[in-house]
Nanobody, 127 residues
């Protein structure tokens, strides 16, 4: 059974940093890219970052490029999202996600859908 369990969300002030963690289980990580999506109520889910198994390929949405950094520790079945210089517009529910390598799509408008998603962790940025 595939499981993706996120942690690390919270309430922070603008300019602060947070690190999200996601522990994956139930599938062979070497065949999957891992990523992060976020969603605000009433809006579509946005794919903001993903990383290949070897970390040789990394994607960031323009909205987070230069502020967010993704990494993975395959020995720990874990993917991280380091979020720096947080802004109020980063407020959202953040979801860890996994996609089989063959299914990964990076489109002009952003990431295509992933195969599995976690339950999400809330990040709120407010002064």
């Amino acid at each position: 059974q595939v499981q993706l369990v996120e942690s690390g969300g919270g309430l922070v002030q603008p300019g602060d940093s947070l690190r999200l963690t996601c522990v994956a289980s139930g599938f062979e990580l070497e065949y999957f890219a891992l990523g992060w999506f976020r969603q605000v109520p009433g809006k579509e889910r946005e794919g903001i970052s993903c990383v290949s198994y070897s970390e040789s390929s990394v994607y960031y949405a323009d909205s987070v490029k230069g502020r967010f950094f993704i990494s993975r520790d395959n020995a720990k079945n874990t993917v991280y999202l380091q979020m720096n210089d947080l802004k109020p517009e980063d407020t959202a529910t953040y979801f860890c996600a996994a996609v089989a390598n063959l299914n990964l799509e990076i489109r002009p408008g952003g990431l295509g859908p992933f195969d599995y998603y976690g339950q999400g962790t809330q990040v709120s940025v407010s002064s």
